[in-house]
């Protein structure tokens, strides 16, 4: 019972994740965040197995970092979804392999443009407008298709996620409870508000 989306627009990438670790038919957590920022422009959302996820999750950053650490530069988005790509496609061929479904994206300073990619457990990667992993997806990608448009400021973004988030409380038999959403954009990443758009202070 995991929902995590994904919506680009004309400078910025939203990503947007439920908070509940669940459990069979139990909550177990409510206040769980499964995004990760992977770098000063990069965040990745995951769904999947509990262990999986944190996991790969971290696999990931450590090695993104590393990356930057060696070559003193941090690799672009389409390079950073490449590589986790192939690292769940060799993890698919090995005797444990990995049930981590993906939203990884962000703000590409050296063409000023933002990207999103869409990835499953099974290696699959593409590059897309929005997305929707879980089953937020069945309900959410209509109402993107609809209101979604590639030149949309971050307000209309917040507009249309605040869309989807709203026929999911409406249409889904399961409360999935509050949302994390970030910003990726040139300023780097943020955490703000869904109903306000306001940022997240941490504590």
Known sequence: MEVSFGI????????ASDSSANRSIV??????????VIGKHLVMAYSGEPGDTLNFAEYVERNLRLYQIRNHLPLRP???????RLQLANSLRSRK???VNLLLGGFDPTNGKPELFWIDYLGTLGTVPYAAHG???YFALS?????????MDLEQGL???RKCVDELEKRFIVNLGEFTVRVADKDGVRQINLRTGEPVVPL
């Open 78 to 84: 389409s390079s950073a979804a490449s590589w986790t």
């Open 8 to 15: 680009t627009g004309k400078d910025y990438v939203i990503f």
């Open 159 to 161: 507009v249309v996620l």
């Open 143 to 151: 109402t993107m298709d609809r209101w979604h448009t590639p030149d």
């Open 97 to 99: 392999p990995y049930s």
């Open 27 to 36: 909550r177990m957590k409510s206040g769980e965040d499964k995004q990760k």
């Open 135 to 137: 089953y937020g997806a």
